[in-house]
Nanobody
């Protein structure tokens, strides 16, 4: 099993920045790919970024390219999401997730097995 705990969310004004963190514990060997997702009530969960844990290859949704950066620490126990130039439409609950074996379909929520509890990001105009 893998345990994921997100932090770093909050309320910010448009144009500001946030860095979300996801602390990973448990059987880390089962992690091959990790991603950040966001969800607004009543809408589907949207994948915004993902990273291949081993190679460091990153993937981004077109809607966030240039503003979001996914990264991991050297120990590969913490996942980050740097969000710059925040917009009101970025308001959502943000989740980190992990899956084994493959980074295929990196931003498809249905392919991930492990999820954190989420951290809320609220952007005011």
């Amino acid at each position: 099993q893998v345990q994921l705990v997100e932090s770093g969310g909050g309320s910010v004004q448009a144009g500001g920045s946030l860095r979300l963190s996801c602390t990973v514990s448990g059987n880390t060997y089962v992690r091959y790919c990790m991603g950040w997702f966001r969800q607004v009530l009543g809408k589907e969960r949207e994948g915004v970024a993902a990273i291949n844990i081993g190679s460091g290859t990153t993937y981004y949704a077109d809607s966030v390219k240039g503003r979001f950066t996914i990264s991991q620490d050297n120990a590969k126990t913490t996942l980050y999401l740097q969000i710059n130039s925040l917009k009101p439409e970025d308001t959502a609950m943000y989740y980190c997730a992990a899956k084994s074996y493959s980074c295929a379909s990196p931003t498809r929520a249905q392919t991930y097995s492990y999820w954190g509890q989420g951290t809320q990001v609220t952007v005011s105009s």
